[in-house]
């Protein structure tokens, strides 16, 4: 039991320490003038699926994609990074000497679940992967994570917003998954608070292997 609580402890610190530091990330775009929010359009000339599709006749040609940040490998100067779009996932090969220094310093700084646009050449690495061999690249959108709190114990994150509580006594009731246990509405009247447009924090699309949870799978830095 004591062990369970601490690894919540811990848990909840690292998601402190992990807002702070996206919060941070995003203020100092923002002061550079590289605000993502401000972004509006973006052309994408291909899908994923579809350079693969057609590799033969767009090798060595300009394509431009956008999608979300799945991995990321820095390695140095060069990496390697997976874009997932609307038809699926594509590798990018991201290089300092393409990019330029002040680029590929910014892409380091990019975390799993941003939005990103990248233009660049299609070609296949030495493994055989259909990639694109980024020549320039936008960010389109900062992954963080909301930050609502329970109103009950005002400490944890909120995982739901009872709807019930809204409805029938026009009351704002956000919960933590611990606050939610003992809750007296009806649980079918909750909706999960994650990073939406309704929230009103947009930008992110969650855990793929846990919907519920908008910490990213993986941090791969
Ligand atoms: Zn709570
Ligand atoms: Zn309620």
């Avoid at 590929?104 to 660049?120: C, M, N, P, S």
Wanted: glycine share 6%; hydrophobic share 35%; charged share 30%.
């Amino acid at each position: 039991m004591a062990e369970a609580q601490n690894q919540n402890m811990e848990k909840e610190q690292d998601l402190g320490k992990l807002l702070k530091v996206r919060r941070e990330k995003l203020s100092a775009l923002q002061e550079v003038g590289k605000d993502p929010f401000l972004i509006t359009k973006y052309d994408v000339t291909h899908h994923s699926e579809e350079i693969r599709a057609k590799f033969e006749e767009l090798e060595n040609k300009k394509v431009s994609v956008a999608g979300r940040l799945m991995s990321k490998r820095v390695m140095g100067k060069a990496s390697f990074c997976h874009v997932q779009d609307l038809e699926g996932m594509i590798q990018c090969y991201v290089a300092r000497d393409s990019l330029g220094e002040e680029s590929y310093a910014d892409f380091k700084k990019y975390d799993i679940g941003d939005l990103v646009g990248i233009e660049g050449f299609v070609f296949k690495t030495k493994t055989g992967e259909i990639s694109v061999h980024a020549e320039k690249l936008t960010l389109l959108s900062r992954n963080n994570p909301h930050e609502y709190l329970c109103s009950e114990c005002g400490k944890k994150p909120a995982a739901v917003i009872c709807m019930e509580c809204l409805y029938e006594f026009l009351n704002e009731v956000f919960l933590c998954e611990d606050c939610a246990k003992t809750h007296a509405c009806d649980e079918e009247m909750r909706l999960n608070v994650c990073n939406s447009p309704r929230m009103g924090v947009c930008g992110y699309g969650g855990s793929i292997k846990y919907p519920d949870q908008f910490v990213p799978d993986a941090q791969t830095t």
